[in-house]
């Protein structure tokens, strides 16, 4: 692009709490010309026709119908992840703007942390921990072992890429797989996992000691797991989310761990997040 112009992209700040990571800087600067929400508010005039492209990061800047108005060039909102349902797609479209995301860059991550939760949550490692730091301890209790991983029934509601790749671990584990999904895997691909698919979620809640949650978020999946859900649950199981913090209803998860309806839960997600304090 030598001798051309960068193109503009809008991005909510650089640094700071939720702002574009400063070692990142470097390298989209190279490509493209970074404006921040407070340079464009305080220059609009000569902004507003110049932006091409919104870089979203941490689901910021927020998009509405006020910003697209202003920016009568938009091309691309890419949004830095894989969920978009931070982002109105329909209102989008309407102004002809297109959305990027990044699909499967963090599906191995997000799976290592759904077996992580689920590995933690079982053996107490987070109580545990407490304990061994905490000034109070004078002995470590013979009844905090946890439960066995091994053996134990996997629930996985979604088994897409991430979905998938927690039953390959959860096989090394040697645990016995069920799995909820809109459509069943292919017969080779769940002989690879010994995975077992249940037609209907409640089967699969039933029988399983840990439910572990992998789907999008859409209105389908809006509090997929609520009061009802959680009471077909063994009162001995976990719930493990590595999905969107309302896929859950969370008071209706905090009523069943008050009243010891399941045993745990496990979360990489929550609504809000963080939760408040």
């Given amino acids: ?78 949004s830095s992840g894989v969920g978009i349902d931070h ?14 995301n990044t699909p499967f860059v963090v599906s191995t991550d997000t799976a290592d942390m759904g077996m992580a939760l689920l590995l933690a949550s079982s053996r107490r490692i987070v109580e545990g921990h407490q304990m061994a730091v905490s000034p109070d301890t004078e002995y470590f209790p013979a009844d ?21 790749k927690v039953a390959e671990r959860a096989k090394a584990f040697e645990m016995k797989i069920l799995y909820h999904n809109r459509s069943q895997r292919k017969k080779e691909e769940e002989n690879a996992v ?20 992998a789907v999008n978020l859409t209105p389908q999946t809006h509090k997929l797991i609520g009061k009802r859900e959680l009471e077909l649950m ?12 309302l896929v859950v209803d969370q008071d209706a998860l905090v009523e069943a761990l008050q009243n010891k309806v399941i045993k745990a839960a496990a979360l990489d997600v929550t609504y809000p997040e963080p939760l408040p304090r």
């Fill in 1 to 78: 692009m030598e001798g051309q112009e960068l193109p503009y992209v809008l991005v909510d700040s650089i640094g700071e709490k939720v702002g574009v990571y400063k070692d990142h800087v470097g390298f989209l600067k190279k490509r493209f010309h970074l404006i921040t929400m407070k340079e464009y508010l305080e220059n609009k005039t000569v902004l507003s026709k110049k932006i091409r492209a919104i870089y979203m990061w941490y689901h910021k800047p927020a998009i509405n119908e006020e910003l697209l108005q202003s920016l009568p060039n938009l091309k691309v909102v890419a």
């Fill in 87 to 100: 982002l109105d797609v329909k209102l989008l479209s309407s102004y002809g703007v297109k959305v990027a």
């Fill in 144 to 164: 905090w072992l946890g439960v066995e991983v091994s053996g134990a029934t996997l629930g996985i509601v979604g088994m897409g890429t991430i979905g998938y």
């Fill in 194 to 213: 010994g995975a077992v698919y249940c037609k209907k979620i409640d089967d699969l809640l039933q029988q399983s000691d840990f439910v572990l949650l």
């Fill in 234 to 245: 063994k009162p001995t199981a976990t719930l493990i989310n590595i999905s969107r913090g």
